[in-house]
Nanobody, 129 residues
Framework: QPRLVESGGGLVQPGGSLRLSCKASGVGLRSYAIGWFRQAPGKELAGVSCISSDDDTTFYEDSVKGRFTISRDRASDTVYLQMNALEPEDSAIYYC??????????????????????WGQGTLVNVSS
């Protein structure tokens, strides 16, 4: 299993943008679907977006559709989450993880934390004026 590291979080004003990165050490990400999740204070961990192992399908939770974009750079084996038009409600610790499916994981619905593994330490996003 890969060991994941998230980066790119920070403090940003409402309406601003951030790009989160998810990289792996050890085993690479190429054969995995990648999920992005977030956990706000006092709330449960929730799926935000997902990209399938073959990059053919992506999924976005309703509240981020049209604002967030997930992508994979196979040359650098990095998965990104571009976040635009950020809102205070987007403030949370963001995590990436790889799927635990025995076969292809197609990202056809909101990623469930139970379907993913190898969680990173997270990166904090704080949207505030």
């Amino acid at each position: 299993q890969p060991r994941l590291v998230e980066s790119g979080g920070g403090l940003v004003q409402p309406g601003g943008s951030l790009r989160l990165s998810c990289k792996a050490s050890g085993v690479g990400l190429r054969s995995y679907a990648i999920g992005w999740f977030r956990q706000a204070p006092g709330k449960e961990l929730a799926g935000v977006s997902c990209i399938s192992s073959d990059d053919d399908t992506t999924f976005y939770e309703d509240s981020v559709k049209g604002r967030f974009t997930i992508s994979r750079d196979r040359a650098s084996d990095t998965v990104y989450l571009q976040m635009n038009a950020l809102e205070p409600e987007d403030s949370a610790i963001y995590y990436c993880a790889v799927d635990r499916a025995l076969g292809p994981y197609h990202c056809l619905a909101s990623p469930s934390p139970g379907d993913f593994q190898s969680w990173g330490q997270g990166t904090l996003v704080n949207v505030s004026s």
